[in-house]
């Protein structure tokens, strides 16, 4: 018998699916515009590659490094709250961002728009998820994927327009009033659901994660100006290990622990979550280069570049939602392998991009990245966000937002530091500029190195999916126990 709470969420599916989308709508489209102005803010700010990786970095470390904290908050307190007061901290931080004197103000308004983000966010995917019934729930999170298309669409396309006519500033007071919309379908449509028994918060686990992810970033991005191998950068991944071991070790020992460990014995729960962390690495890092790529090389205009770089997520928006229904009906490891297939195929085809590719050249090379991972996200997210039980919904989509976070977050840090010092071994000795002066070729050629290098992530990943999907019968079975 389904309790009353579950008959209001079933009831209003779609009012509650609106409001959700409406949050997660307004942080793609943050995600979105932000990469179309940062080789406007290099100029702006006269900083280099190096640091404006931080504009992008700084709200996805944050993200990450508090969103576990979120989803167990959502648990505790419950998830209604959470989602108003992020919905409101990310309007407010935004018009702060949006008068940023310098770069220093601007990340430190970053960081406060990714906490308000990570309470709009976190629980998103598990109210989703305990909205809809097992049989409907790859459409929804189908849809739900296509709604993060949209708003990855509109970013760079308003961005690049604002850029060119406005400025760089005008592209943080456009998300407020999208904001308070959001709020209001929260507050009108989201049902207000009891927290269980009493839990404490792992303020330990919380700390100790957070320090191995702001230490691991500092290696990451630093280490491409100071040199991986100095004893500063050897201090903070030494430093960021330790505390990554001692996360573990809280985990094990507290009685409510951050993340339950236990979680990962699920061998469904932990194979798809290692592929969607995959997944947006290699994505990650490829978007985080292509607006230099557009703007420094082909020489286009803010306008047309922000309208190119929406062709990946047109083509994820056509994706999802189809392959979400094809997963309810053929199931989600066929699909999903199919997914990986497409995308490792996108990494090739970005590879051979050259300064002299035509805008036709450059959409047909990227178009199947988009297709890639729309087709693969749906299907592995329901099998994710099915493989647990009901009451672990709000910290697993918590988890299952850090994976696209933390793969965001290492994906520009790693890839972008791979094509910064790829950069300058093809420019050679006598370069002495930033990464974005280099010559063009020397700029594609480790272009083309990042994308060999995806290829070889993705292929981990299909390596993966093919091993389900030849275990098939015995993960369909830990899937039908789960719902």
């Known amino acids: 018998m389904a309790k009353p709470t579950d008959q209001l969420f079933v009831e209003r599916k779609w009012h509650v699916f609106a409001a959700l989308g409406s949050g997660i709508f307004l942080a793609s489209f943050d995600g979105g515009v932000v990469r179309v102005v940062l080789p406007a803010l290099v100029t702006e700010f006269d900083v280099d590659f190096a640091l404006i990786q931080w504009v992008v970095l700084s709200f996805s470390l944050t993200q990450t490094a508090i969103m576990l904290g979120v989803g167990r908050l959502g648990d505790i307190v419950g998830k209604k709250p959470i989602f108003l007061s992020g919905t409101i901290a990310f309007a407010i931080a935004s018009v702060l961002a949006g008068f940023a004197p310098n770069i220093e103000f601007l990340l430190f308004f970053r960081v406060l728009q990714a906490i308000g983000g990570a309470f709009a966010t976190a629980l998103s995917m598990g109210i989703v998820t305990e909205t809809f019934p097992g049989s409907e729930r790859g459409k929804a999170l189908g849809l739900f994927s296509a709604t993060v298309s949209v708003g990855g669409i509109a970013g760079p396309i308003l961005g690049g327009a604002l850029l060119e006519f406005l400025s760089w500033r005008w592209i943080f007071f456009v998300g407020p009033p999208m904001g308070f919309v959001s709020f209001f379908l929260a507050w009108r449509y989201l049902p207000n659901t009891t927290p269980g028994a009493r839990q404490s918060f792992d303020w330990i686990g919380f700390s100790t994660f957070f320090s191995f992810l702001l230490a691991l970033m500092l ?34 020992r507290v009685k409510d622990p951050l993340l339950d460990l236990s979680l990962f014995a699920n061998t469904l729960f932990s194979l798809n979550l290692s592929m969607r962390l995959i997944s947006f690495i290699v994505t990650g890092g490829i978007t985080l280069l292509l607006p230099f790529y557009l703007s420094n090389l082909l020489k286009l205009e803010p306008t047309v570049v922000g309208l190119l770089l929406t062709t990946t997520m047109v083509f994820f928006g056509l994706a999802s939602p189809i392959s979400g229904i094809f997963s309810d009906r053929f199931g989600y490891r066929l699909i999903a392998t199919a997914g990986l297939v497409m995308l ?15 805008i036709l050249g450059y959409i047909l090379r990227v178009l199947p990245l988009g297709l890639g991972m729309g087709t693969f996200q749906s299907p592995n997210n329901s099998a994710v966000m099915g493989s647990v039980p009901r009451e672990r919904l709000g910290v697993v989509s918590g988890i299952n937002v850090i994976c696209r976070t933390l793969g965001n977050t290492a994906g520009v840090a790693a890839l972008g530091a791979l094509w910064a010092s790829r950069v300058f071994v093809y420019a050679g000795s006598d370069f002495a500029g930033d990464v974005t002066e280099a010559a063009a070729v020397a700029q594609t050629t480790a272009l083309r190195d990042v994308s060999f290098t995806t290829m070889a992530i993705v292929a981990l990943a299909l390596v993966m999916s093919v091993w389900g999907l030849l275990r098939g019968p015995a993960m369909l079975q830990l899937r039908r126990r789960s719902q």
């Open 219 to 252: 290696f990451l991005t630093i280490g491409q100006r100071n040199g991986f191998r100095s004893p500063a950068m050897l201090a903070l991944l030494a430093f960021s290990l330790l505390a990554l071991a001692l996360f573990i070790r809280t985990e094990f």
């Open 344 to 358: 490792a195929f996108g990494c090739y085809t970005v590879s051979t991009l050259t300064a002299e590719t035509s």
